[in-house]
Every structure is written in structure tokens, then in C-alpha cells.
């Protein structure tokens, strides 16, 4: 049986980057210099290579079938990301009727709705550069860790570690090549094969990370605390580090020692409390942003900046009431509905 500090650790690691990411995002990195804080979404595939191989690696080369994983990852995924896509589309609409009429501002909007609600990218109507999911443009990274996570189920005893390394070196390989390594990849339609590089290195990474460690080949752990001061080391960086070693070096070294960190008493309660709430910040910051700039509009208040620090703060509490109260009964009845039909159609077959 896996050890429980493993997934602990890893958690509040997830929870600060689903913070830092906000940060980043918003004004407040004009008041911290996160100047790699993008990087957070990468700590996130790393983590969910590693969480991902842990929990169904085994699974998948037994009795999961692919259609099995996916409907359990869509289902992870898709009720958050589906409140936050609500939350976005009520603002356009409400925009909408203020205004009298469609704006371009939100054309893109109404177009991506139908895409959006089968969690599919929007066509790019203003070309190349236009993002993925224009009501949500975060949820290019979720996307993207879908790809990953059914190219990985869809052949588990393919990936040995030499392919796993072999695919890793690839992927950096691109990515150092590219002139504008990193920047925007994923978002934009125009960014899409440096998005593909960015979760296909760190997601294997993480998997590569999971074998290590079931092989017993473990880094010493550090404090969970420290953990967390490293990590925000890496995001505060000097730009002559260079972006390179701190996301293809940086970030799996410090999963490879969080999952050996030990987190006891109040922290261990701070830092499964952050992992829950980690998600729901992430999948609904950008929409409850849009719609704080909305009524702040509305109201003719100019106080962005305030607004921004506050939603910031109340964002863990937030996304830690979301997690319990909406998500979680959510994913139950879903999984239930999933069940359901799955044993209906076995049924089915076996008559």
C-alpha cells in the first residue's frame, strides 16, 4: 500500500501553484517577481504524471480498459471546469444585455459555448493567434493533460523508461529549439506544438519520477515546508538562470523529493486542505476575475488592484467550499450514472 505522506506532500505542492498561477495571472505579480510563475502549470503535469501512474498504472495493465480511464478522468475534470465555462458565459450574456447587442468582445464567447460544453477547443476565429478556450483560456492546460493522460493509458507497457526518456529528451529538444521557448505554449492555437512539448516532457517525466520510485530509487525527502520554500525559489528565479533549467530540471527534481516529504500535525491538515481546494482555484479564477471586473465596471470603481488581492485571498476558502460541496457530490452521481451503464452493458454481453 502506497504511504499516505506521498500524495500529502504533493497536494500542498499542487495547492501554492494553483495559488502562484493566480498570481501570476493577475496584477499581483507585478508585486512578486514570479518570473517564472507560468512554470506552475508544468508542476502541475509533473505531479499528475507521477499521481496518475500511482493510482491506475497497475489497473490499466490488468482490468482497465481505455474507455474506463477516460470517462474517470473526464469525469475528474469536467465539474469544475464546466462551473467556471457557466460562470464565463453568464458574463457575456449578462454583457450582452447591458450592451444592447454583440460586441466583439464577446463574439468569441458565444462561438466557443457549444465547443466548450463538450470541453473541446473553439475554432480559431481570429486565426492563429487566438486562444483555445476563449471563455476560460486556462483550461488549455486540462485539455492537454487529457491528450497525455490517453496517449499514456492507451499503451501502459509501451512506455518503458527508455521511451519514456527518449520522448523527455525529444520534447526538450523542441522546446529549447523554439524561439520563443515556453511562452504563451498551449494557449493559442499558434502555440499548440509547444504546448503538446510542455505536458508530454513533464507529464512523462512525472510517470518516469513514479517508476524510480516504485524501483526504490528515491531522493532524500525534504521537509514538506521546505518543499514549498523551494518551489517558490524556482519561481522567483533571476531571469539568467534561464527558463530551461527551471522547468526541465527544476520542477521534476523538486517532485522527485517532495514525494519522499513527511508533513505532520496542522501542517498535514493545511496541506490536504490544499490540494482539495488546488482544482477549483485553478478552473475558476479566470471567470470569477471576469466577472469581478464586470461589476466593478458596472459599479464604476476603479480599484483593480484591491479587488485582485482580495479575490486572491479568498480564493483557497472558495475553492475549498466548491471542492466539497459542488464537485465532490457531482463526480459521485456521475461516477454512479458511469457505473451504472458500465454494468448495464456487461450485462448486455454476457446475455
Aim: proline share 6%.
Amino acid at each position: 500500500m502506497r504511504s499516505k505522506p506521498v500524495f500529502e506532500s504533493l497536494n500542498g505542492l499542487r495547492g501554492v501553484a494553483a495559488m502562484m498561477v493566480v498570481a501570476f495571472h493577475w496584477s499581483l505579480a507585478n508585486a512578486l517577481p514570479l518570473h517564472y510563475g507560468f512554470l506552475a502549470v508544468d508542476l502541475f503535469f509533473v505531479i499528475s504524471g507521477f499521481v496518475i501512474a500511482a493510482a491506475y498504472e497497475a489497473r490499466l495493465r490488468s482490468d482497465l480498459s481505455l474507455a474506463q480511464f477516460f470517462a474517470i478522468r473526464f469525469i475528474r475534470l469536467y465539474p469544475l471546469y464546466i462551473m467556471g465555462t457557466g460562470i464565463a458565459f453568464a458574463v457575456a450574456m449578462v454583457s450582452f444585455v447591458l450592451r444592447g447587442g454583440v460586441s466583439e468582445a464577446n463574439v468569441p464567447a458565444f462561438a466557443a459555448a457549444p465547443y466548450a460544453t463538450l470541453m473541446a477547443p473553439a475554432p480559431p476565429l481570429h486565426g492563429a493567434d487566438a486562444t483555445l478556450y476563449p471563455l476560460n483560456p486556462a483550461a488549455w492546460s486540462l485539455f492537454f493533460e487529457l491528450i497525455a493522460n490517453l496517449v499514456y493509458a492507451a499503451s501502459p507497457r509501451f512506455w518503458t523508461m527508455k521511451k519514456l526518456v527518449a520522448v523527455m529528451a525529444g520534447c526538450a529538444l523542441f522546446l529549447l529549439a523554439s524561439p520563443n521557448f515556453y511562452g504563451g505554449g498551449g494557449v493559442f492555437w499558434s502555440s499548440i506544438a509547444l504546448g503538446l512539448a510542455r505536458v508530454f516532457y513533464s507529464f512523462f517525466a512525472g510517470v518516469a519520477i513514479f517508476r524510480l520510485y516504485e524501483a526504490g530509487v528515491r531522493l532524500q525527502g525534504l521537509p514538506a515546508s521546505l518543499v514549498i520554500v523551494a518551489f517558490f525559489g524556482l519561481l522567483v528565479a533571476p531571469y539568467a538562470i534561464g527558463v530551461a533549467p527551471v522547468g526541465l530540471i527544476g520542477l521534476p527534481l523538486l517532485v522527485a523529493f517532495a514525494v519522499n516529504a513527511n508533513p505532520s500535525g496542522a501542517l498535514r491538515n493545511v496541506f490536504a486542505d490544499l490540494g482539495l481546494a488546488s482544482y477549483a482555484v485553478y478552473a475558476l479564477h479566470a471567470p470569477l476575475h471576469g466577472l469581478m471586473i464586470a461589476v466593478l465596471a458596472r459599479l464604476h470603481v476603479d480599484a483593480l488592484i484591491s479587488a485582485d488581492i482580495a479575490l486572491w485571498l479568498t480564493l483557497a476558502p472558495l475553492g475549498l467550499l466548491a471542492a466539497r460541496r459542488y464537485d465532490a457530490p457531482v463526480r459521485a452521481r456521475l461516477t454512479g450514472a458511469f457505473n451504472a451503464l458500465h454494468r448495464a452493458a456487461f450485462a448486455r454481453q454476457r446475455a
